[in-house]
């Protein structure tokens, strides 16, 4: 009989978070305050996080233990299934194995609730009962809608405008959760009214939404925090959940993957499957490829410099050393609106900057394409960020077919695409396009990037 798809008991559930850090091959790059561009002390952190997540986001201890009311909130979707594609595998006539961790079936349909309710749990023990944040799609802000939901605490969600228009529905399902949207840039915030000024009828982005959002948690005394809901190592960290309960459901078969693979926008979770396994490469010198996968739209990895740049239009985070495309770019519409982002996790930077770690990227209609392949062989319909990671993996097995390589390919599903049929709909009529942006856009969004000296 075959095993479609793979569980793991929920006593057998790692219970404790991997972190980087004291793996990676050379010294991490420190963190510059935004104004000083020194690095950043704890004590600048804290006016919009509290001391628990800040203290995760410096620790270089190997592992951080996973508190025992986020591990119940856990054990509500965790562990997800890890499933054996054997009818993708035949459609594509691959000996290739293809296995892949299904992040789809949490509470929010994505990978992001696992760091939210982390999120939520450490501000409340502090006191904090009001959480603000951005979201672009509405995945983040819809995981952080649930998560302050669960502990009781307010919510407030800056949305990228233009999918604050073109997704209804997102708004909605956070406000039955009890947050309150707002649609970025707005009138609420300094930042806000002064980006619209110098960008009359701008859609927003990313970058301005965390302006905003870091405004409201600066000027609120300490009663708001703000949540990110990417990037930082913390939230790499809550995400390493996915890679070590793989490897466990993995061995569980007697397999290891030769190849594991993740869509990124800002770095989470891609972090989240393939940290679990860097540990195994640099520890015991293997030799299994961990592939990110970004759009052509925004090539972050695979196009912009490796520099220091601020994480928002605003300046307001510090400033972080990255792969970016600039913080003043804003990238083509496309439809995978969780792969907007200028920057990247500096983890996952470094570690392709010194080789572990390969980007590549692709456009938006062979993920799409991928995406109903995937969706007809095995019932679900991803996200359009996942369809990157799914596109990446076909390829893989495809040539694997082409050599004969029976290989193990590992890939994270991130999430589903019943928020997104908008953009099905527009594939399926033949009205996507797909992007080369040219090295005069990508020129505009460098200039952006400050020039900053690293400490000594
Ligand atoms: C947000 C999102 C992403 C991209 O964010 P990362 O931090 O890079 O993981 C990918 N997939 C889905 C479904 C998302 O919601």
Not at 73 to 94: G, N, S, V
Not at 191 to 203: F, L, V, W
């Amino acid at each position: 009989m075959r095993e479609y798809a793979i569980s793991l008991d929920a006593k057998k559930m790692p219970d404790a978070w991997y972190n980087v850090l004291p793996d990676m091959p050379s010294t991490p790059t420190p963190v510059l305050h935004p104004a000083t561009q020194q690095p950043v002390g704890t004590e600048d952190l804290a006016a919009i996080f509290p001391m628990g997540l800040i203290e995760q986001e410096m620790t270089t201890a190997p592992t951080v233990s996973i508190p025992g009311e986020v591990m119940d909130r856990y054990l509500m979707y965790r562990p997800t299934p890890l499933r054996r594609a054997y009818r993708l595998e035949e459609a594509l006539k691959t000996p290739a194995k293809i296995y892949y961790k299904n992040e789809s079936v949490t509470p929010s349909g994505s990978h992001k609730i696992n760091t939210a309710i982390a999120q939520a749990y450490y501000n409340l023990q502090e006191g904090v009962h009001s959480l603000s944040t951005e979201t672009g799609a509405g995945q983040w802000g819809t995981a952080l809608s649930i998560a302050c939901s669960m502990y009781e605490m307010a919510c407030k969600v800056y949305m990228v405008r233009v999918s604050f228009e073109q997704k209804p529905y997102r708004k909605s399902f956070m406000e039955a959760y009890g947050a309150s949207v707002i649609a970025s840039p707005s009138d609420t915030t300094e930042i806000g009214r002064r980006m619209q000024k110098e960008n009359p009828g701008t859609t927003g982005s990313l970058g301005m939404a965390i302006s905003e959002a870091v405004e409201v948690a600066v000027t609120s005394g300490g009663k708001i925090k703000y949540s990110l809901g990417s990037v930082l190592n913390h939230v790499c960290l809550h995400q390493t959940i996915i890679g070590e309960e793989a490897k466990l459901q993995l061995d569980s078969v007697g397999e290891y993957p030769d190849v594991v693979i993740g869509c990124v926008g800002g770095g989470s979770n891609f972090a989240g499957i393939a940290f679990p396994f860097v540990q195994d490469k640099l520890r015991k010198n293997l030799n299994t490829r961990l592939v990110g996968v970004e759009p052509a739209a925004c090539p972050t990895l695979t196009r912009g410099p490796y520099a220091y740049d601020y994480g928002d239009t605003g300046k307001m985070t510090p400033l972080m050393k990255q792969y970016t495309l600039g913080h003043n770019f804003v990238p083509p519409g496309i439809h995978a609106g969780g792969l907007r982002y200028h920057g990247v996790a500096r983890t996952v930077a470094q570690l392709v900057h010194e080789g572990v770690i390969e980007a590549i990227s692709l456009y938006q209609n062979p993920c799409f394409k991928a995406s109903l392949i995937f969706a007809k062989c095995e019932g679900i319909l991803p996200a359009p960020e996942s369809s990157h990671a799914i596109c990446a993996a076909m390829d893989e097995a495809v040539r694997c077919r082409e050599s004969g390589e029976k290989k193990t390919i590992l890939f994270n599903l991130s999430g589903h695409g019943h928020f997104d049929l908008t953009a099905y709909d527009a594939y399926l009529r033949g009205d996507l396009q797909d992007y080369d942006l040219d090295e005069e856009i990508l020129e505009k969004g460098r200039a952006s990037i400050p020039d900053v000296k690293e400490p000594a």
